[in-house]
């Protein structure tokens, strides 16, 4: 009984660590999450200057985010969209947000996550004060299906 017990508390942690694998497996897969990056900017080593990566849904990405904000079109004017994740492509998260996430401003309501080949010229090109909820009000009344719908933190809201 006692060596079942102990087979049994070793396998735990295996079998969680597997169990979160799939979950992300099956929610990149089910949600159809995916990254995109700029044609010139493929990965944060091959980027010319300042290139970025978003992380979303990808039907999110298509209507919300391409032609419809001002840093997105920025910093991604020719998008294509990669399954790979954002840090697989060398791109790192923003740390020093306002909004304690990857992404700089609040307005998208959790759906993305935005990554940095270089979060120091982020900031220098970006300043926080354009980030200011001042703008989000418009952005979400112009797209008000983009911020009322959606899959914060990989939980599907109906």
């Given at each position: 009984m006692l060596a079942s017990m102990l087979r049994l508390v070793t396998l735990i942690p295996a079998v969680i660590g597997v169990a979160?694998?799939?979950?992300?497996?099956?929610?990149?897969?089910?949600?159809?999450?995916?990254?995109?990056?700029?044609?010139?900017?493929?990965?944060?080593?091959?980027?010319?200057?300042?290139?970025?990566?978003?992380?979303?849904?990808?039907?999110?990405?298509?209507?919300?985010?391409?032609g419809k904000t001002f840093v997105f079109d920025d910093l991604v004017p020719h998008p294509v969209f990669r399954e790979e994740s954002c840090e697989s492509l060398g791109f790192k998260p923003l740390t020093q947000t306002s909004t304690g996430t990857s992404i700089p401003d609040p307005c998208y309501g959790g759906w993305v996550s935005f990554y940095s080949n270089d979060e120091a010229l982020f900031w220098n090109m970006y300043p926080?004060?354009?980030?200011?909820?001042?703008?989000?009000?418009?952005?979400?009344?112009?797209?008000?299906?983009?911020?009322?719908?959606?899959?914060?933190?990989?939980?599907?809201?109906?």
């Open positions: 979160g694998q799939y979950r992300s497996f099956l929610r990149n897969s089910v949600v159809g999450n995916s990254t995109v990056v700029d044609a010139s900017c493929l990965t944060a080593a091959g980027c010319p200057g300042l290139g970025g990566c978003y992380w979303a849904n990808t039907e999110f990405l298509k209507t919300c985010m391409v926080r004060s354009m980030f200011s909820s001042t703008w989000c009000p418009e952005w979400q009344t112009a797209y008000s299906s983009c911020f009322l719908s959606g899959f914060p933190n990989g939980t599907v809201v109906v």
